[in-house]
């Protein structure tokens, strides 16, 4: 995945801590315009809310689970979100990095999220078939079991029903295109509005 930053944030408000997107160029808004990102939608949306909740999105494209981290201690600080969604590890499995060190990653960051008194979410994504069922096996059973482990919300697969339907895909094959990015966000708030019932 191109390496391109992606980061923009809305003003949190006192009463309403915010929602903090960790994520790579599929929430970065990658080949489209910032606008048009699911994240930007996520932004509109809860915004219109009763309570409205401010959105930052700290996604950049090319990252992974060790930039994720590497970054989220600061992020923590600075933002002091009620919720963190992390979307992160297709990087990881596009370089065919190993799914141990992804996994240990991933276990720092929610760890760090919990301990600041957030919640997560956790995204998962699938990886082109030329990686192997092993791979993208190992894959799907790491987010299940973190998931399990932190009783987080899981989202399988970002991109479910998007990945396979090219009139939704840039042409890269990995990015979805702004005619793809309400069903994206869709895919996120089914499992993001019932935890939203549970913020501070």
Known sequence: ???????????????????????????????IAVKDGWVSLLTERLQAATPPRAVVNASISG?????????????LTDHQPALV???????????????AEARANLVKIL?????????????GIELPVNYGPQ???????????????????????LLDGVAL???LMQDDGLHPNAKAQPKVLDNVWAVLQ?????LR
Do not use: K
């Open 135 to 157: 791979y993208r096996d190992g894959l799907r059973s790491m987010y299940r079991g973190l998931a399990d482990e932190f009783n987080a919300p899981l989202l399988p697969f």
């Open 111 to 123: 760890t760090a999220v919990r301990a600041a008194g957030a919640h997560a979410l956790l995204v």
């Open 165 to 167: 339907d090219p009139d």
């Open 63 to 75: 990252e992974t689970t060790a930039a994720g981290l590497a970054r989220l201690p600061q992020l």
């Open 85 to 99: 969604i992390v979307e992160l590890g297709a990087n990881d499995g596009l370089r065919g990095l190993p799914l």
């Open 194 to 198: 019932p935890a939203l019932r549970d």
């Open 1 to 31: 995945m191109c390496f391109v930053f992606g980061w923009f944030a809305t003003l949190a408000t006192a009463a309403t801590p915010p929602i903090l997107v960790l994520g790579d160029s599929l929430s970065a808004a990658h080949g």
